[in-house]
């Protein structure tokens, strides 16, 4: 079974500032990954698919890379509205999510 | 434009059989590709996929749980149904029903999957399992 691991769990990065989140795949996912952004008492939103393919209307300093079992997010200049949690998912096989990074203000 | 939404009891016992239904509009189950999935979140914790149902009738279920999981398409077809048998509290959480597309290949002229990802979710509704 496929375990995800994402880390930090909790990154403390000021706004302006480059984020950089890590998602982990116990084997190969190929780039069958995506990243969704969650905020208190909102459903998730499709950041990223595909590992690197930003979403429709995702800003470009959202970007995606990696492949096989590495991933990584990065936010390349935070803004207000960025700080929230943020969750992998592989759907290589049956969808599995990482238990998520919290992206808080510095 | 793509909206779901969830509707179903907020509230269940022990033992009980949950039942929730996905409105959705935008989109057909009937669409080639098309998927429609429920997912849970236990307060403060992850999330967790649990069922999903294609245009095809092929439908598909969490390991896990798939004993207890059933996953339909409601006549209407504008809603699919999940019901989650012998509830426990260990079950309360918000359950979130979601749409995807599964990746074409024209190489092979077949869809990519059986999974993929989710790109319209709705807002979801607290199921809190408890006497």
């Known amino acids: 079974e496929i375990v995800m691991t994402q880390s930090p769990a909790t990154l403390f990065v000021s706004p302006g500032e480059r984020a950089t989140l890590s998602c982990r795949a116990s084997?190969?996912?190929?780039?069958?990954l995506a990243w969704y952004q969650q905020k208190p008492g909102q459903a998730p939103r499709l950041l990223i698919y595909?590992?690197?393919t930003r979403a429709t209307g995702i800003p470009a300093r959202f970007s995606g890379s990696g492949s096989g079992t590495e991933f990584t997010l990065t936010i390349s200049s935070l803004q207000s509205e960025d700080f929230a949690l943020y969750y992998c998912?592989?759907?290589?096989?049956?969808?599995?999510f990482g238990q998520g990074t919290k992206l808080e203000i510095k | 434009q793509i909206t779901l939404r969830e509707s179903g009891p907020t509230l269940v016992k022990p033992t009980q059989t949950l039942t929730l239904t996905c409105t959705f509009s935008?989109?057909?189950?009937?669409?080639?590709?098309?998927?429609v999935g429920w997912i849970r979140q236990p307060p403060g914790k992850a999330l967790e996929w649990l069922a999903l149902?294609?245009?095809?009738?092929?439908?598909r279920y969490s390991p896990s749980l798939k004993t207890r999981l059933t996953i339909t398409e409601a006549t209407s077809k504008n809603q699919v149904v999940l019901t989650m048998t012998n509830m426990d509290p260990v079950d309360t959480a918000t359950y979130y029903c979601?749409?995807?597309?599964?990746?074409?290949?024209?190489?092979?002229?077949?869809?990519?999957?059986?999974?993929?990802?989710?790109?319209?979710w709705g807002q979801g509704i607290l199921v809190t399992v408890s006497s």
């Open positions: 084997q190969s996912v190929s780039s069958k």
């Open positions: 149902i294609y245009w095809d009738e092929d439908k």
């Open positions: 595909g590992a690197s």
């Open positions: 979601a749409h995807l597309t599964l990746e074409y290949d024209v190489l092979t002229a077949s869809y990519r999957g059986p999974f993929d990802y989710f790109d319209y």
């Open positions: 998912q592989q759907y290589n096989n049956w969808p599995l």
């Open positions: 935008g989109f057909s189950l009937s669409t080639s590709g098309v998927g």
